[in-house]
């Protein structure tokens, strides 16, 4: 139903900022909320930041003053500002997207996953 495509992903040295871009395609009027969501070697799949359509943020303590998350609904794109970075940031990072259909079936989409790596 929706489609995402992470960008901005790379390698960066502590301290430094990175910004993740997201765009979704398809059925994008069901969307809902989007977010992110990272998962690093050997660790479980964590949620680091959501947003919804309506701009209401929520975000994992451990990122909170660092990261912020924005959405521009004219281009249906989320995006991920990441500064003062640290190494414990390094992971592959998802984006989500949540909704519900006419059927009022739920649903969540992700994104192939873009790397960030923090090290110097």
């Known amino acids: 139903q929706v489609q995402l495509v992470e960008s901005g992903g790379g390698l960066v040295q502590p301290g430094g900022s990175l910004r993740l871009s997201c765009a979704a395609s398809?059925?994008?009027?069901?969307?809902?909320?989007m977010g992110w969501y990272r998962q690093a070697p050997g660790k479980q799949r964590e949620l680091v930041a959501t947003?919804?359509?309506?701009?209401?943020?929520n975000y994992a303590d451990s990122v909170k003053g660092r990261f912020a998350i924005s959405n521009d609904n004219a281009k249906n794109t989320v995006y991920l500002q990441m500064n003062s970075l640290k190494p414990e940031d390094t992971a592959v990072y998802y984006c989500n997207a949540g909704g519900r259909l006419r059927s009022l079936q739920s649903f969540r989409s992700w994104g192939q996953g873009t790397q960030v790596t923090v090290s110097s």
């Open positions: 398809g059925n994008i009027f069901s969307i809902l909320d």
């Open positions: 947003i919804t359509r309506g701009g209401s943020t």
